[in-house]
């Protein structure tokens, strides 16, 4: 059996998981349970790097035989974070990499031989969690109770290459986008209906970052 820790930086997220990757996974011996960055009683947002260290050493630390992986969104990701200053100079495809990789290297320096670093699978979502609402933007209009909404969703998506690649202004990000043309979206109630609705098998294809984070859990149970 494999466990991950999966640090996230919301209730959307942690819904996300509990709904949809966690049922996905156990089948294949691998158990994912989902963690909210920050202190009990946080209500979300990724907040400055520190905080996030803080939360990843920690569990990492506190169990050395699970895994501990991140689902952090770009949009609004402070500069204090690993490779962010870096990153947002570089084209779309190549951000969560080089702020993965940056955030992998600060987490194995700070643990040194106390920790195995293959066990820390950094995630970086494009731009924000809303991105891979728009795998289906025909679902994601039903789901928020606006099907006319359906043509214009599918219109912002034919834009860009990938849902991952809806950019992430203060007014273009994904959910500012969904807000500008239906106020009643709420992100916790309608972010989680929508990805159970659109499925994550969509959601893969349309959003290889994604994909390739799948990939690398689930090749975690093989590995053991």
Known sequence: MVRVMVIVEGQTEESFV??????????????LFPRLIGKPGHRGGIGEYPRGRTDILATLKQDRTAYCTTMF???AMPDSWPGVTEARRKPVFRIPKIIEQALSADISGELGNACNPTR???????HEYEGLLFSEPGILAGTVECPHLAA???????SFRTPEDIDDGPETAPSKRIKQHCSTYQKVYHGAIAAARIGLATM????PHFN???????TLAAAR
């Open 18 to 31: 509990d709904m949809l990757l966690s049922p996905a996974f156990n089948g294949r011996g691998t158990y």
């Open 73 to 75: 969104d770009y949009y």
């Open 120 to 126: 820390f699978i950094p995630y970086i979502q494009m």
């Open 212 to 218: 390739e984070w799948l990939i690398k859990l689930e």
């Open 204 to 207: 893969r294809a349309e959003c």
């Open 152 to 158: 214009t969703f599918q219109g912002i998506r034919r």
